[in-house]
């Protein structure tokens, strides 16, 4: 079972300045829409790269605020096109979630599931209110609620960013890790 472990800053942004990718103890580089990203495991504290995956992340184009910085904490390849990760969202650190996905390609629609996530409640000025205990995953939705009596569905398609969004990935598998 092959593994590696890395952590990102996945958005920093500023109207005035081009997209940035910030990481800490990896090396990413970020042109234009495209991020490449390299992922190195540690071995008897050397890092080594283990393997790494190539993904285009057009997600985070619109998310200019600060407040929607998305960390990838933990990243494991397990076997075949198995792939695990954990992520969180960093100014307040009330979004921690875990994710095991069967394909590479499945990790784009998870990321933005959540950013949107994250948009939305704070749009709505219900952002602090998020209780990871009130968002419920299942095979193809997140939902989030006890919100103001309100149930939200963020789903995701993918042909075209629909309202409600929709996830079409039976196999993903999503739960939220209390700390």
Known sequence: MASGSSRYLFLERDV???????????KNIMTGEKVRIKVYEEKDGEREKQFRFYKELYLFQELWDCRYLVQLNDYRKMEDQLHSLVIENIPT??????????????????????????????????LFQLNPKSV??????????????MVMIKTFDDKEIITPLRYKAPELCLHWEQT
């Open 16 to 26: 005035h300045e081009p997209i940035r990718f910030s990481s800490y103890r990896a």
């Open 136 to 149: 419920y995953f299942n095979e193809d939705t997140i939902k989030v609620d006890g919100i103001s009596g």
């Open 93 to 126: 650190g009330m979004v921690p979630l875990s994710a095991t996905v069967v394909e590479v390609r499945q990790i784009k629609s998870l990321f933005y599931q959540v950013l949107k996530t994250l948009e939305s409640l704070h749009c709505q000025e219900m």
